[in-house]
């Protein structure tokens, strides 16, 4: 046996006797094979070496969004997802609920009226972040009827006065009437509604004083406050139409809000433009542009009643709505028409004139020229009267810019006026007078019925305490 294999031999042997289950590393470094050397690694600068590969990508992990929410169907739903102004929840407002509740046929006309012009009216009120609310207003103002008048010359859905549609920018001339207009009047109205709500930071107020006037409401607070008494819309004293004027509303939107809690079945109203507005750039009768849009002459002038006359005087800002079912059928009349486009013009009565020569001269009867021309009761020919006439075949319509008829403010509303300003001097009313005001409500809401009669009939309403509109 050689020296190795016995020292080999040896450490076994210990190790069994010892039980040891290392082997001192000592020992163990004895027994490495030395192992050849390795030749240094080269690299060709021919071939391109392959770099490791970079962790694949890892797609950004980003929290998963709600789905969408579905734009409302119906132009209510916007509506009631819109109301924001606070309850209101008292005696008068339970009286117009069951007043409205207990006219079914008249709410589906103010919701059939509504149908045309409600789309329109939210767009704006949302784009302006103003209270849904105010889309009901019309309701009470007319019965959204856009053909209303008033004793006090108030027109229009948003009964607007000839001096404040001025004020707020509606054009007023003979041939138009911009209080009518349905999309310049809501622009107006919204306007003067956000200039209330910034003097007195309360909608509550701004309401009344839409109804009422922001003088009345203004010196109304200033007298409560004055006694250090509470000057919101609840603890004034107002006239009958005011007080009764924002429960009209309240209640108007608690059905809408909950129709089947009182019986009322809403028709539905597309959450979509009904109309289309067109640029008028030639003067054209009104009954042919209503033929052109193969619509009914009512069903025209009730979409346009801006336009009073028999003519639409065309100009660079003269514009008519129509049905988006119509827009083409109206444009392809309106381009093969190879005929006259108007058939009546104006006349200025001249001092001395008579009724019989102008009709002589224009072919038609007396009676006919007061049937056009609206001359019955009060209202007679005199000299400076504009009237329309028939053209003569062949000739070119007269068609002058003429200023807007005159109009004077009635007896009646002077007097309510009068009385107002008085009662408002007062500083000793008594609870019990606004307890008085609040009985008066069935009453008044039989008055204010009328407002909402069909199309082509006007709106009566109650003569105010204050020129506001």
Not at 288 to 296: E, R, S, T
Not at 321 to 341: I, Q
Request: hydrophobic fraction near 40%.
């Amino acid at each position: 046996m050689t020296n190795s294999a016995a020292r080999i031999a040896l450490i076994s042997a210990l190790l069994i006797a010892t039980g040891c289950a290392q082997v001192p590393v000592a020992e163990l470094a004895e027994q490495v094979v030395p192992t050849p050397p390795v030749a240094p690694l080269t690299v060709s600068t021919d071939t391109p070496v392959a770099s490791a590969p970079e962790p694949a990508a890892v797609a950004a992990i980003t929290p998963e969004e709600p789905p969408a929410k579905a734009a409302p169907r119906d132009v209510w739903e916007r509506l009631r997802s819109g109301f924001t102004m606070t309850p209101m929840d008292n005696e008068l407002v339970r009286n117009w609920e069951a007043y409205y509740s207990g006219k079914p046929e008249y709410f589906s006309r103010m919701v059939e009226r509504s149908s045309h012009y409600l789309f329109h009216i939210v767009e704006e009120i949302e784009r302006r972040k103003l209270p849904a609310e105010i889309a009901l207003l019309p309701m009470i103002e007319s019965a959204y009827n856009p053909q209303a008048y008033s004793k006090a010359h108030a027109s229009g859905l948003w009964q607007f006065i000839p001096s404040t549609g001025k004020l707020y920018g509606l054009r007023q001339n003979w041939w138009y009437d911009g209080r009518r207009d349905v999309i310049a009047a809501t622009g107006a109205a919204l306007d003067y509604l956000e200039k209330l709500y910034a003097q007195f930071n309360d909608w509550e107020l701004a309401l009344a004083s839409y109804n009422w006037g922001e003088g009345a409401v203004a010196r109304a607070v200033a007298r409560n406050q004055a006694r250090g008494l509470t000057a919101d819309y609840s603890s004034l004293t107002m006239p009958a139409e005011t007080r009764n004027y924002l429960p009209k509303l309240i209640a108007v939107k608690n059905i809408i809000a909950d129709p089947a809690r009182f019986g009322i079945t809403l028709a539905s109203v597309p959450n979509e433009p009904y109309f289309e507005v067109i640029t008028v750039k030639r003067h054209i009768d009104v009954k042919l542009a209503a033929k052109f849009a193969g619509m009914p002459l009512d069903e025209f002038r009730f979409m346009n009643p801006a336009h009073n006359k028999a003519v639409i005087k065309a100009g660079d800002q003269e514009t008519i709505v129509l049905p988006r079912d119509r827009v083409a059928m109206f444009n392809a009349n309106l381009d093969k028409h190879e005929e006259p486009l108007v058939s009546w013009q104006a006349h200025t009565l001249k001092a001395g004139e008579k009724p019989e020569k102008v009709a002589a001269k224009y072919g038609i009867s007396v009676n006919e020229l007061k049937r056009v021309n609206g001359i019955a009761g009060k209202n007679k020919f005199r000299a400076g009267l504009p009237l329309l006439v028939p053209v003569k075949d062949g000739a070119t319509p007269n068609l002058p810019d003429l200023p807007a008829t005159p109009v004077s403010l009635p007896k009646a509303y002077k007097t309510a006026r009068s009385k107002n300003a008085k009662h408002a001097a007062k500083t000793s009313a008594k609870s019990k007078t606004k307890q008085a005001v609040a009985q008066r409500a069935p009453a008044q809401a039989k008055k204010t019925a009328k407002t909402a009669e069909p199309r082509g009939q006007t709106a009566e309403r109650v003569i105010t305490a204050e020129v506001r509109r």
